[in-house]
């Protein structure tokens, strides 16, 4: 069966100087480990061997699999309806911004559909950024630091990745936290899909 995850990221180092990255739990080859043998599709937030990021996953899983994941404390399983409301708010909430994922903007109106969106809109920028400056953003502000005291060069990679979507980079606002400039850029792939392992959300 075909299903959603939130997983951590595991960083494999079988050698001084070689990093291999993995979704936790998962055997995916190039020496990495982990007791789930499976193909799996996965969008990381662009952050590379950091150890405290997550990533969404998806994957074609048998049931004692997904029953073995959905039993991990750290791996968060999104439910098979996407258009089913959160059910636990706050809980979703803790689990996403451990993960420094923007995730406060969540209400029990919102869907599972949209918090896969906004996350989804949230890491393609991010690994934009990291193409574009080869720094993982969240290494070099947190983010409750507002835009106009980020470093120099960090407004400078930040507004070229706004602008190598197409967005207007007045969207930029100085006195805006990182935070709060996340969720405008992943809101604004509203009317685009993303696919993931031949499935649409």
């Known amino acids: ?23 936790k739990y998962f055997f995916t080859g190039r020496l990495t480990r982990g007791p789930i043998l499976s193909r799996v599709a996965m969008m990381d937030y662009g952050a590379f061997g950091l150890m405290n990021f997550g990533l969404i996953l998806a994957v074609d899983i048998s049931a004692a ?18 258009d089913t409301s959160i059910s636990d708010v706050q809980g979703t909430r803790d689990y996403f911004e451990a993960f420094y994922v923007p995730a406060q903007w969540l209400t029990p109106a919102s869907s ?75 809101g604004l792939w509203e009317d685009r899909p993303f696919y993931m392992a031949g499935r649409e959300f």
């Open 1 to 23: 069966m075909d299903r959603f995850y939130f997983v951590p990221v595991t960083v494999h180092s079988p050698e001084p100087g070689d990093a291999y990255r993995r979704p």
């Open 65 to 82: 699999d997904d029953a073995f994941l959905v039993a991990k404390a750290d791996v968060y399983p999104i439910p098979f309806n996407l």
């Open 112 to 186: 599972y559909r949209e918090l896969m969106r906004q996350t989804a809109g949230m890491f393609q920028f991010c690994q934009r950024y990291f193409g574009i400056s080869g720094e993982v953003l969240l290494a070099q502000v947190d983010l409750d630091m507002a835009y106009r005291n980020f470093p120099s060069e960090v407004q400078d990679f930040f507004s070229q990745a706004v602008e190598s979507f197409g967005y207007d980079s007045s969207l930029i606002k100085p006195n805006n936290n990182l935070r709060q400039m996340l969720r405008v850029a992943g």
